[in-house]
Nanobody, 115 residues
Framework: VQLQASGGGVVQAGGSLKLSCVASGKISGVNVRGWYRQGPGKERELVAVILNNGITNYEDSVKGRFSISRDIRKNTVYLQMNSLKPEDTAVYLC??????????WGQGTQVTVSS
């Protein structure tokens, strides 16, 4: 099973990007999918998650600007990022967690926001 993230790039402050994370292969018992990020010199932090029941949760600094969604048939999770700020610059990693406690990580996609 692999998680393949894409959609990163370089954008000016105030711009938008949409990240995608496709899971190849079936992961049994997935109950959480989401995105983390790790900025330069910073610790990894949770950005957004979506649960099996569709409930979403966001890190405070991205509330109102980012939106997580999913396409179950495509086994894909998206992160729509609007009103991007330089402090959003980071490697964004997608991940999945199962009810059995297993975690799966994608390779990350770089997002760079210029001021």
């Amino acid at each position: 099973v692999q998680l393949q993230a894409s959609g990163g790039g370089v954008v000016q402050a105030g711009g938008s990007l949409k990240l995608s994370c496709v899971a190849s292969g079936k992961i049994s018992g997935v109950n959480v999918r989401g995105w983390y990020r790790q900025g330069p010199g910073k610790e990894r932090e949770l950005v957004a998650v979506i649960l099996n029941n569709g409930i979403t949760n966001y890190e405070d600094s991205v509330k109102g600007r980012f939106s997580i969604s999913r396409d179950i048939r495509k086994n894909t999770v998206y992160l729509q990022m609007n009103s991007l700020k330089p402090e959003d610059t980071a490697v964004y990693l997608c991940y999945s967690k199962t009810v059995y406690g297993m975690e799966y990580w994608g390779q990350g996609t770089q997002v760079t926001v210029s001021s």
